[in-house]
């Protein structure tokens, strides 16, 4: 499929401040419906166990058993993503953000070509780049509320430990406040005080450690000062698109 974008267009390219919970429940009922990919085998199983012939009529129900139980860890990959994305921005412009997407995403101004049918859409409004974990491991290009949204896979490591291996390494609190930083983009003392149910003397003393350890960085933001994760407290915690 071939989206084509004007000056216009481009001027309204954005990338979604969070997960989609409609759009992940309607991909994970595709998910569930479909064979397995390799990261979703236990999920896959367990679901297909629990709603016979893959059909599901209690949504709600539906939603506490396949979704919930992973809403963190898919927020979680959703920042992370969107951290990524930023930075490429950042270093590169909408050409950094458009040209470094997904391998089945080619940038080739004023085209984005996302591998599909063969069909040529209009911007039209500009573009929302969604990051999703049940899209699995390809994008897609759809319209939704009268936009034009590319749904782009991030991780699908459901099962992971890397929270329970996080905190053994540098500890239960600090992981904490890593982690909330990573899906904050960046705090204050006082934000991570009440996100993390700490003092201010507490956040400042492992903030120090982290610093010292080269995993954060703290700036002045007018009578505050902003923490924010260095290249290296990012990859701690980032986790590759599944692929």
């Not at 390219?13 to 236990?42: H, I, K, N, W």
């Not at 166990?49 to 992973?70: L, N, S």
């Not at 905190?167 to 934000?191: C, D, N, P, Y």
């Not at 996100?195 to 003393?205: I, K």
Request: charged share 25%; hydrophobic share 40%.
């Amino acid at each position: 499929m071939e989206l084509r974008l004007s000056a216009a267009d481009l001027g309204r390219v954005t990338v979604a401040q969070g997960a989609d919970p409609e759009l992940e429940y309607q991909l994970s009922l595709r998910m569930l419906r479909r064979p397995s990919l390799p990261c979703f085998v236990d999920w896959h199983g367990e679901m297909a166990q629990r709603f016979r012939y893959r059909e599901v009529t209690d949504r709600a129900g539906y939603e506490r058993t396949a979704i919930e139980p992973y809403w963190d860890r898919i927020e979680k990959f959703v920042a992370a993503e969107r951290v990524r994305l930023g930075r490429a921005v950042l270093d590169g412009g909408l050409d950094g953000l458009l040209g470094t997407l997904h391998p089945d995403v080619r940038w080739a101004p004023p085209s984005l070509r996302v591998t599909g049918p063969d069909e040529v859409v209009a911007g039209e409004g500009g573009l929302l780049v969604q990051p999703s974990v049940f899209v699995g491991h390809h994008p897609m290009l759809v319209r939704r509320k009268g936009q034009v949204v590319l749904v782009q896979p991030v991780s699908c490591e459901l099962e992971d430990q890397a929270d329970e291996q996080l905190g053994a390494l540098m500890g239960r609190t600090r992981a904490k406040l890593v982690k909330i930083l990573m899906l904050a983009g960046g705090a204050t003392t006082t934000q991570l005080a009440r996100r993390a149910d700490l003092s201010l003397a507490a956040v400042s003393q492992h903030v120090a450690v982290l610093r010292a350890v080269g995993l954060v960085v703290t700036q002045n933001a007018g009578r505050e000062r902003c923490h924010l994760l260095t290249p290296a407290g990012a990859r701690l915690v980032e986790r590759p698109a599944c692929s």
